[in-house]
């Protein structure tokens, strides 16, 4: 069998990609409460909002102050979604750790929700790393490449295309970049070819998948990425988020389920599932009325599972 | 990437596992509808009821009936449960295609649930091989080890007792083994360790997998299976049956997002995909009040997803 990476980080975008896609506005407190919870459970990587106008996603407003707080934090990671110059402008305001900027491979998505070509995505992160080299901040620059495995509006979206646009965002200045399945159309044997591919392009600059479970096989691909050498993935605590064309689906792959499986599998995430899975009750209080999604919430620990990080 | 194989079986395990465990009792002609429709839809092997005292079980009460129906369908495998030589005794009354006899690697689940030991399961595959030998039918008989990668009530199950029993089942006059994740203990690194020793020792004897979804890994836990050649998997339409231990909790893989993962992955099943959805559909109607899982039945299949099977 595929020997699998000693460790693996899991990057929490529950508070960005989940937040954004529920009605109810979580209060600053909270999130920041959420935030404290998540780093005493173990966790180093959290994408604490976005830097989009306020009108646009009121859930997020405060993506500044929480930003604030988790930076106050130790050994934490925090990242912001920017969708432009302006959004990065903020963050390198505020010291984010890390801004990433989304790219659609797919031409007809891109211009139905940025309004904007994948090409012209990729100047903007040209302008955001003369941003960022200007202001002599260290925030790092990564590159998203979503729809990377097809499109609800346009359909496939091709291996080529999603490859030479990840490559385009590293040669405009991006630090790192990561491929996202945004619908949930990839499978596993998708995940392997695609990330085996852009981890010989890319090496160690490519840094992350981040799978929604819309069709129940974002754990399936997380395994695959991980028997290609891919070892950090978004995910988002109780699997909230959705997607919008499919009513009631789950939003990505559920932490304390992903987390679950890679310590099963002998990959260290250094995370506490006890603590994790308290949180998780929490979240799920706080969002009452919205649904939450995963199974370990409701099956507990294997009473046979090693509840200590190695 | 590990080559995947080019076709896999999937045999349906709903009208027995999944309505063994759910309060309803789906009438019979309910039950020969969902049969025939299966049938339309590709599926091959049908697992149509069990072999068990109708007071324990009334929900499989009408299996000699469902099975002669099954039986009328050109191509289709129909198997039952069979908890010892009486049921097995009415399985070749029948002329069951397969008869199942489950086995739990667990001593302490073995006792609660069987009242008998690991070993004394096996003298009964011999006494159940000597009645299908003299009975001259051709019934095949599979020997299936449960808790085979753990157990609520007594956690940890030896990888070398669970070969030892499934060597000592084929021993006793199996034609042939499965294992199984009885609990949702098993995660795909333990799945891929067991099933490749369990192939090397059982060779094309070893037939199946089967892994309820407890804790969301039943999917990843197939693709692991699958890496090292298993080609035969258990599950259940819209992934009900559930775990006593778990309330809510799924219970085998969900037969429609398997069969999805499997086609999207080029692994064919024969399983036309928009008609399995249809059945899943009504079978979700017919068992109103009941939980039912999966993930496919929400989003529907991909844009870009070739309906016809290959």
Redesign the interface.
Known sequence: ??P?PPQAQIREVGLRDGLQSIPTVLPTARKCEWIAAAHAAGQREIEVGSFVPARLLPQLADTAEVLAYAKTLPGLVSSVLVPNLKGAERALECDADLMLLPLSASHAHSLANLRKTPDEVVAEMGRMRAARDASGKKTLIEGGVGTAF?C?LQ??VKVAEVLRLMMALLDAGADRVSLADT???A????V??LF?QAMKLAGDRFCCGHFH?????A??N???AL??GVTRFDASLAGIGG?P??????GNA?TE?LA??LA???VNTGIDLTALLALRANVAAWLQGEPTH???W???L???FQRTPA
Do not use: K
């Open positions: 069998m595929t699998l097809g609800t359909g496939e619908v949930g159309y499978h596993p044997r998708a392997a070819e085996e479970d819309t069709r129940g096989l754990l399936a997380v395994y695959a028997q290609v997607c064309h499919a009513p009631g689906a789950s559920a389920d679950f499986m099963a599998c002998g995963g199974a370990l409701r099956a507990g294997p009473s046979t």
